[in-house]
């Protein structure tokens, strides 16, 4: 099938008390780590691209590598989503590009701005067919280009968002309860605790509406431990608690974010490859068991934490 909106998959999800996994895209053994963990658990998927994964690997290069997972497994419900689109311009080179969703990321502008921006974007992705994603509320962390202390980071305001989604047309919106980009999310020996109040009330104002949750990697340990064990040095990575990306999804939240933990299952697999065996310079030979790491990573997510197993039938 070709590539799909999220519009049937956030409404199946919102009904049935799961979220879809969005998975950021670089290379290709990641887009196949990805797929093929998605074709197996017979989960719809959103694969996203941000401007530094275009930037990295040619916006081209990205389509194609979509467009063969679409041939390999044509049963799969795939959306092509940009991730932050930072202005109107690359929202619209990605919508006329074949991107079925954008993001347009005005969450650092002050409210007004950020509702005039959206609105234009969801104007002319909606005259196309292509959905849109905002953001009200501001992330810390680190993501490419996307960059926030803790201290310019907020919560979103519950009281803003029935307005935000009325006057921008959006379909769908972003918000900030705790998660954050990056692998050190949080304080070593404080609890993280996402804000599920700020989230249940944004879900009383917005009844039905599709909630985004970005920041969502839980920075599983035992691929820090890996890392850390050949050669690296990731000191204090800790990620947002499965159980509570769970209760999330079972809650108002349709996509959740993901993009470190992939990060961290490839790097896993090439340092431990690497280190055993010193003497292979055969990128297939190490990228093998990294690509292995995407893929079983992505299952366990989709199985266990966004619960989205066997809904793509
Ligand atoms: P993580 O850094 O938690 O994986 O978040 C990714 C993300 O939100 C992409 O937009």
């Known amino acids: 099938m070709p590539l799909v909106t999220t519009t049937e998959m956030f409404k199946k999800a919102y009904e049935g008390g799961y979220a879809i996994g969005a998975f950021n895209v670089n290379n290709m053994e990641i887009v196949q780590g990805i797929t093929e ?3 197996e658990e017979k989960s719809p998927i959103i694969l996203q691209a941000s401007a530094g994964a275009r930037k990295y690997a040619n916006a081209a290069y990205l389509k194609h590598l979509v467009d063969a997972a679409l041939e390999i497994y044509p049963d799969l419900p795939i959306a092509l989503h940009l991730d932050h689109g930072a202005d109107f311009e690359i929202c619209k080179s990605c919508i006329d590009g074949g991107f079925t969703s954008v993001m347009i990321d005005g969450s650092s502008k002050p409210f007004d701005e950020n509702v005039a921006l959206a609105k234009k974007v969801a104007e002319y992705a909606h005259e196309r067919g292509v959905v ?6 501001t992330l810390a962390g680190i993501e490419d280009d996307v960059k926030v202390s803790e201290e310019d980071s907020s919560y979103t305001r ?3 968002v029935q307005e935000f989604v009325d006057r921008t047309g959006v379909d769908s919106l972003a918000i900030a309860i705790g998660t954050s980009h990056g692998a050190y999310k949080f304080k070593p020996g404080t609890n993280p605790q996402l804000r599920f109040d700020i989230l249940e009330e944004v879900a009383k104002r917005l009844p039905g509406f599709p909630i985004v949750l ?7 340990q035992e691929y820090v431990k890996i890392i850390n064990e050949n050669g690296g040095a990731l000191k ?3 990620g947002v608690p499965e159980d509570q990306l769970r209760q999330a999804a079972r809650m108002a939240v349709c996509k959740i974010n993901i993009d470190s933990d992939l990060r961290l299952a490839l790097t896993a697999g090439i340092r431990e490859h690497m280190a055993a065996y010193p003497d292979h310079f055969d990128p ?3 990228l093998t068991p990294a690509r292995a790491n995407v893929k079983a ?7 266990e934490v966004l619960g989205s197993s066997g809904k793509a039938l």
Do not use: F, T, W
């Open 37 to 39: 963990a998605a074709a």
């Open 132 to 137: 849109v994603e905002a953001e009200l509320g």
């Open 158 to 160: 519950p009281e803003e």
């Open 214 to 220: 970005h920041g969502a990697s839980s920075v599983p």
């Open 236 to 238: 204090d990575a800790i």
């Open 284 to 286: 297939r030979q190490y």
């Open 297 to 303: 990573v992505v299952k366990h997510k989709i199985a």
